[in-house]
């Protein structure tokens, strides 16, 4: 029997186990259960049938989020203004000596597809501990995709976004040889094909 999913998925969302379920495109594997790598409207399609009676596995069906994304619900709220609480997602898009700014794409688990929210993470805000000896450049790189709640509407261009909590920080990363990296622990990342590993604020899975 086929799990329902939700109408919407976004970056970092689980959406089924492995074991029941084969990840395709748009998703991406954590611990064993699959998980959205895009935003848009996840869908399973039903494994085709065994053609031979002797089989005795039969292929799992396919969970994938498919791009470009399908936003047609109307349930869906596209455009949420972040406020205070908000937990945010949003991808890196610079980083300076005092904070990184980065582009707002899920607000509340709503994907923002016609307007993106501009956030900046200052350095007293990544973490809370050990604030002094905060590295930016080691926590954060551009192309990150992080997830933070909104600690303050912030100036009128900028959200002010925390990632200090456990379950906050960056929760997809690409290394620099242009792989898709897994978590090794709170502050490192590993690239599965060179096995190198980088620096990061890590966002505990949820």
């Not at 848009?40 to 002797?54: A, E, K, L, N, Q």
């Not at 905060?134 to 925390?162: H, K, P």
Request: proline content about 8%; some cysteine.
């Amino acid at each position: 029997m086929l799990m329902s999913l939700p109408n919407l998925a976004y970056p970092g969302l689980l959406l089924g186990p492995s074991s029941k379920y084969t990840p395709g495109p748009g998703t991406h594997i954590y611990e064993s259960q699959i998980y959205a790598s895009l935003s848009g409207r996840p869908v399973i399609v039903p494994s085709p049938p065994t053609t031979t009676s002797s089989s005795k596995s039969q292929a799992l069906p396919t969970i994938s989020v498919p791009n470009p994304t399908d936003l047609t619900s109307p349930s869906a709220n596209l455009n949420t203004l972040p406020a205070v609480n908000s937990v945010v997602i949003g991808k890196i898009t610079r980083i300076q000596s005092r904070q990184v700014g980065l582009e707002i794409l899920v607000v509340d688990g709503n994907v923002c597809r016609d307007y993106s929210w501009q956030g900046v993470v200052r350095k007293e805000d990544v973490r809370g501990w050990e604030i002094d000896k905060v590295v930016l450049g080691e926590a954060f790189r551009v192309g990150d995709l992080a997830r933070g709640v909104v600690i303050s509407l912030g100036d009128q261009s900028n959200f002010y976004i925390s990632t200090a909590r456990n379950e906050l920080g960056v929760m997809m990363a690409t290394s620099e040889d242009g792989n898709t990296m897994v978590p090794i622990s709170w502050k490192e990342y590993r690239d599965p094909v060179t096995g190198r590993t980088e620096s990061r604020k890590v966002a505990k899975p949820i």
